[in-house]
DNA sequence: GCCGCCATGTTAGCGCTCGTCACATGAGCT
DNA sequence: AGCTCATGTGACGAGCGCTAACATGGCGGC
């Protein structure tokens, strides 16, 4: 166990010892303050208390950085909706409802990962944790909705990757256009919960799928 | 008729002339080919041929010019979506699955504008045209509801502002996670206007809205 | 217990950008 | 012709990304 900096504050000499985690910790805190974009490396090696060569020692480069918060985003976002899922409890119905909702209140509680998962502009294929996290985090929304899918019956069943990608837009274009407290954009008489919840409520009855998750309302 | 500079190159002198529109027209092609953020000031004024301190004249700051791209974006927006609307011709379904064509074809045809106006992080009041002219693009979209609404028993009419969020949110959705040409993102089994499309149909089959526009399918 | 390796830090520096100055030019009005 | 002011220039300071060469000291091998 190489206890290295668990104690907050151990005073530190040349070597840093957790700088990596510093700089993620940092670049966090930037981009909740400043954007995705705004954020600078330079910045946060500032933050850590380093000279601005250090985090090279770390990451490639900046995006490298931002890569590595979005994969984590996506992790730390696909266990918030695995747990809102909980496995489809009590019915399906639910809790693809509390699915909807999970996803906003990740939009709008951490918006330094939402940020960097979703606005950076990066390739999903920046580096390979990135797009497995991504890949993890989007297979929860797939089997949700195979879980839906499978109380229609079978030959009114629609394609499950298609009801997924089709959720995840609606949840997404919700969070980018009215989801953010950035006060920037257009005000609403109602909150985007409300607004995603309705949204995903008639497009379930589409689908044949009731109030309640139960077929045909 | 001061005829400034209608001509492609009339040998110009000291002063350009026409600075303003040669500096929107060089970011619009230094977004599409590096994004919204890769774009430069500078880079801008050596593309049009100026010295790097000449666009201060024109624009307050980078930000400024952005603004300005994005309002012009907005403004060829709005017209893309009144065209395909095509005042409901020639009935409001078929008319209403044009608008959702159009938006992606937007979005998927000019992605400097499209980059310039949802991923740039620009405050829709950056300034009040860009604001004006966001509205009026939405504005497209509200009335297409109300058409389509207009087709239902009264007592099952959605509020039109809602179905218009939804619509646009979907559309958003689709276009920033799907619809562009980058390669950095999922590979699907469908188009993004398909998904869009099915996407659109079904949400309107849950508001009662048949595949035709007509009510109840 | 000493020594040397090399991961991780430092300083220095290049090339670039944004944005601001004071200054130059010349288009158009009087 | 002469003035004026919008529009262009050049030089500059500050800040950033990134690299290169050098410094430090934690750790394993002897």
Redesign the interface.
């Known amino acids: 166990m190489s206890w290295k900096r668990n104690n907050p504050d151990p005073p530190r000499g040349y070597h840093h010892g957790n700088l990596k985690e510093e700089l993620v910790r940092a670049a966090l805190g930037l981009i909740r303050e400043k ?3 705004g954020f600078t490396f330079a910045e946060a090696a500032r933050m850590a208390g380093v000279s601005p060569a250090a985090p090279y020692r770390h990451f490639r480069d900046r995006d490298a950085l931002l890569a590595d918060v979005a994969a984590r985003g996506f992790e730390a976002f696909a266990l918030a909706l695995t747990k809102a899922w909980d496995q489809g409890r009590p019915d399906a119905g639910v809790a693809f409802n509390r699915l909807g909702a999970a996803y906003l209140a990740f939009a709008h509680d951490e918006p330094a990962y939402y940020s960097a998962m ?2 950076a ?6 580096s390979p944790e990135l797009r497995l996290a991504a890949d993890r985090a ?1 297979q929860v929304l797939r089997h949700a909705s195979e879980a839906l899918i499978a109380l229609l019956p079978p030959e009114k069943r ?1 394609p499950s ?2 009801m997924a ?2 959720i ?7 969070a ?3 989801g953010r407290a ?5 005000p ?3 909150s985007a919960g409300e ?2 919840e ?2 995903v ?7 044949g799928l009731g109030p309640r998750g139960k077929p045909a309302g």
Chains 1, 2 share one sequence.
Not at 121 to 126: H, N
């Open positions: 954007g995705a974009n979703f606005e502009g990066l390739s999903l294929d920046a989007f629609p990757l298609m990608l089709h995840w837009s609606l949840s997404h274009g919700v980018a256009l009215f950035d006060g920037g954009r257009r609403l008489p109602m607004l995603l309705a949204g409520l008639i497009y379930l009855q589409g689908l």
